[in-house]
């Protein structure tokens, strides 16, 4: 069975630094391409970044230059490390894993950026 494990999130003031991991297990996690999603009251669940099991990132345009997405296949982790954060970054992130075609989720941690 495939867990997704997020951690890391929290209050933070605008400008500062968070940064999430998810764990995951269950999973051939070096086959996995893995990613990062949010979704913010109101809105729908947007993509923020991916790092394919190769080890390549892409980012959303709107986090482009202050988050990093980064793997250690050996922990079996992914990681978002999130800098410069704006309000508009406050929403619950989600992690990510698809193979062999399929996705899964993790249950989502909250970061709140106050102004």
């Known amino acids: 069975q495939v867990q997704l494990v997020e951690s890391g999130g929290g209050l933070v003031q605008a400008g500062g630094s968070l940064r999430l991991s998810c764990a995951a297990s269950g999973t051939r996690f070096d086959l996995s391409n893995m990613g990062w999603f949010r979704q913010a009251p109101g809105k729908q669940r947007e993509l923020v970044a991916m790092i394919a099991s190769g080890g390549s990132p892409n980012y959303a345009d709107s986090v482009k230059g202050r988050f990093i997405v980064f793997r250690e296949n050996a922990k079996n982790t992914v990681s978002l490390q999130m800098n410069s954060l704006k309000p508009e970054d406050t929403a619950v992130y989600y992690c990510?894993?698809?193979?062999?075609?399929?996705?899964?989720w993790g249950k989502g941690t909250l970061v709140t950026v106050s102004s």
């Open positions: 990510n894993s698809r193979v062999w075609g399929v996705n899964y």
